[in-house]
């Protein structure tokens, strides 16, 4: 089993919709979440953090975690031609001392005009 | 959040040669991380560079292929020695931000090695 576990995708959603973005993790200890954007030939940037359970919103931006499922979602409302992306599930985990950050594999997001 | 600097961009090498990629930060930073994204695949961690101290190499890295200095505490190097073409892909430089512990994490551009 995978550490962090994401579908693959594309995920091709209309502009204006609402994109939901999947990740489960292993590690049952885990602390931190995080959400990467990642366009294409470029470096991932940071767009939400999400520590307890329950939703964190950011804009248009809604982070879900669920420890006990260990599960954590992005939900990108309105979506834009420019939120077409790959999107990076991360998760610290119990091991080197809460320090290492595990990327799952990438979800790819297109929003079609 | 800091600004990092990372060089060569690109880099096309020969099989058998070495190459250092350089990281620069714009402020002092105690962890420093060495990522591989190769193609098509996320983000794997190489080590976890700290200043004054050995790097802590990830299961499956080792210092002899991947040797690390990191002199002060805003500039490190990765070398990726006896390149094969297996070692073609994007290695990125990042650090932690934020006080609770190494969790939040700016990178560089990357550096893109193709190895022929």
């Known amino acids: 089993q995978k550490e962090v576990e994401q579908n693959s995708g594309p995920l091709s959603v209309p502009e204006g919709a609402i994109a939901s973005l999947n990740c489960t993790y292993s590690d049952r200890g885990s602390q931190s979440f995080f959400w990467y954007r990642q366009y294409s030939g470029k470096s991932p940037e940071l767009i939400m953090s999400i520590y307890s359970n329950g939703d964190k919103e950011d804009g248009r931006f809604t982070a879900q975690l669920n420890k006990a499922s260990q599960y954590v979602s992005l939900l990108i409302r309105d979506s834009q031609p420019s939120d077409s992306a790959t999107y990076l599930c991360a998760v610290t985990g119990v091991t080197g001392g809460g320090n290492k950050l595990t990327f799952g594999t990438g979800t790819q997001l297109k929003v079609e005009l | 959040s800091a600004v990092i600097s990372q060089k060569p961009s690109r880099d096309i090498c020969q099989r058998g040669t070495s190459l250092t990629i350089q990281c620069q930060v714009d402020?002092?930073?105690?962890?420093m991380f060495w990522y591989r994204q190769q193609p098509g695949q996320s983000l794997t961690l190489i080590a976890t560079a700290n200043q004054g101290s050995e790097a802590t190499y990830e299961s499956g890295f080792v210092i002899d292929k991947f040797p690390i200095s990191r002199p002060n505490l805003t500039f490190s190097t990765l070398t990726v020695s006896n390149m094969s073409p297996e070692d073609s892909s994007i290695y990125l430089c990042s650090v932690a931000q934020g006080g609770s512990g190494a969790n939040v994490l700016t990178f560089g551009a990357g550096s893109r090695l193709t190895v022929l």
């Open positions: 402020s002092q930073v105690t962890m």
